[in-house]
């Protein structure tokens, strides 16, 4: 099973629709978790930190559920430019603070 | 402005020849990380350094090298032994193990074996 596990897509929606994507992980340690955002050919840049108590940022919004291990990341009234692949980070004290990927998730917004 | 970065953007090697790619910080990060990305796929983790002097392997080391003797470089080295090393390598830093916080990613090396 891998450390981190994202439904790869592609979600393909249109403009103004609602998508949310969910990341699971393995490891109980795991203490910090991230959504990155990667554009084709680009390096992946922070969207938005998932703290225990759910946090929003505009259209944004993350949740995390440490019971079932899954964080989640919701978006709003989707934009073209919000076509891209979102990444899942992880990271777990016991590795020794290494930063762990999922495999992304690709979102293509539609006119 | 600080950051970090990569170079140089783009690389061509012969089949056989060792190459490294260069990443600078200036963001005074304790840990830095090497990553490969694949057409399609997620970031596979290379080699990982908490602290000067000291790295970790990670996931698929095999065919590769650092070093760590300046906190501001981590350079990598893709060797001959690397079978399949045409990908993308990003370089990223992140405060450490003890700040949990959020890695910073350089542009980016895309490799090409020729």
């Known amino acids: 099973r891998k450390e981190v596990e994202q439904d790869p897509g592609p979600f393909n929606v249109p403009e103004g629709a609602t998508v949310a994507f969910n990341c699971t992980y393995s490891?109980?340690?795991?203490?910090?978790f991230f959504w990155y955002r990667q554009d084709c050919r680009k390096e992946p840049k922070l969207l938005m930190s998932?703290?225990?108590s759910g946090n929003e940022d505009g259209r944004f919004t993350a949740q995390l559920n440490r019971a079932s291990q899954y964080i989640s990341l919701l978006i709003r009234d989707s934009k073209l430019s919000d076509s891209a692949t979102y990444l899942c980070?992880?990271?777990?004290?016991?590795?020794?603070?290494?930063?762990?990927f999922g495999q992304g998730t690709e979102l293509s917004v539609k006119p | 402005d600080g950051g970090i970065t990569q170079s140089p953007k783009y690389l061509f090697r012969k089949e056989g020849q060792n190459v490294t790619l260069s990443c600078e910080q200036n963001?005074?990060?304790?840990?830095m990380y090497w990553y490969r990305q694949d057409p399609g796929q997620g970031l596979r983790l290379i080699y990982y350094?908490?602290?000067?002097?000291?790295?970790q392997k990670g996931d698929i080391a095999e065919g590769y090298s650092v070093s760590r003797e300046k906190k501001e470089s981590f350079p990598l080295t893709v060797t001959s032994a690397q079978k399949n090393p045409t990908a993308f390598y990003l370089c990223?830093?992140?405060?450490?193990?003890?700040?949990?916080?959020?890695?910073?990613f350089g542009q980016g090396t895309r490799l090409t074996v020729v």
């Open positions: 963001l005074n990060h304790d840990a």
């Open positions: 998932v703290y225990s």
């Open positions: 350094s908490q602290i000067v002097n000291d790295f």
């Open positions: 490891n109980s340690a795991s203490q910090s």
């Open positions: 990223a830093s992140s405060i450490g193990q003890f700040g949990n916080t959020e890695a910073f």
């Open positions: 980070v992880v990271i777990c004290k016991n590795q020794g603070g290494k930063l762990i």
